[in-house]
């Protein structure tokens, strides 16, 4: 009985950690593209802002500085997330794009993305380019996978064990 209780415990603290890392849900700073071109619409997402405050979005190429939009935090959680749109005028190559506002506790706060503003494709070439530009937007499964799988060889382990014992009672 005592090994049952220790293989039903350790199987709880394997499959515990493995659990309790898909229960959390992180929020990573991003923008829909590195390598926009002028004139293109981008996403951008941002946390770590003050609630309700207002968060700018600033091209910087070279020595170049423009405002490229505005946006506002989330009430709830301080996050960002909204389009801008690169001026068609956007010089090519390593720009910077910024989200600047507050914290929670009023200091500054700059989020930096590098971008490679690329030239403006033409609609054969675009039509010709290989690659995808959609995000990954899945959960990575194979581990819970792997320990779903784990918990349920243990499981029957233990099943087998069980019987076992009652047949040699018996």
Same mark, same amino acid.
């Given at each position: 009985?005592?090994?049952?209780f220790?293989?039903l415990?350790?199987?709880v603290?394997?499959g515990?950690?493995? @659990?309790?890392?898909?229960?959390?849900s992180? &929020? +990573? /700073?991003?923008?829909?593209t590195?390598t926009?071109?002028?004139?293109? =619409?981008?996403?951008v997402?941002?946390?770590? $802002?003050?609630?309700?405050?207002?968060v700018?979005? +600033?091209? #910087?190429?070279?020595? #170049?500085?423009?405002?490229?939009?505005?946006?506002?935090?989330?009430?709830? /959680?301080?996050?960002? /997330?909204? /389009?801008? !749109?690169?001026?068609?005028?956007?010089?090519?190559?390593?720009?910077? +794009?910024?989200?600047?506002?507050?914290?929670?506790?009023?200091?500054?706060?700059?989020?930096d993305?590098?971008? =490679?503003?690329?030239? !403006? &494709?033409? !609609?054969? !070439?675009?039509a010709?380019?290989?690659?995808?530009?959609?995000? $990954?937007? @899945?959960?990575?499964?194979?581990?819970m996978?792997?320990?779903?799988?784990?918990?349920?060889?243990? @499981?029957?382990?233990?099943v087998?064990?069980?019987?076992?014992?009652?047949?040699?009672l018996?």
């Open positions: 009985m005592r090994r049952l220790f293989v415990a350790l199987a603290a394997v515990a950690p493995a @659990g309790a890392a898909f229960a959390q992180y &929020q +990573i /700073d991003s923008l829909s590195t926009p071109t002028p004139g293109q =619409t981008i996403h997402h941002g946390n770590g $802002f003050a609630p309700s405050s207002s700018g979005v +600033i091209q #910087t190429c070279g020595s #170049t500085k423009s405002t490229i939009g505005s946006l506002t935090a989330s009430s709830n /959680d301080g996050t960002v /997330d909204g /389009d801008v !749109a690169l001026p068609a005028t956007a010089p090519t190559g390593t720009c910077t +794009i910024s989200l600047l506002g507050t914290n929670p506790d009023g200091s500054p706060r700059s989020l993305f590098s971008v =490679t503003v690329a030239a !403006a &494709q033409t !609609a054969a !070439a675009a010709t380019s290989s690659g995808s530009s959609l995000p $990954f937007t @899945g959960a990575m499964v194979g581990p996978i792997a320990a779903a799988v784990g918990l349920v060889l243990v @499981g029957a382990s233990l087998a064990s069980v019987r076992r014992r009652r047949r040699a018996v």
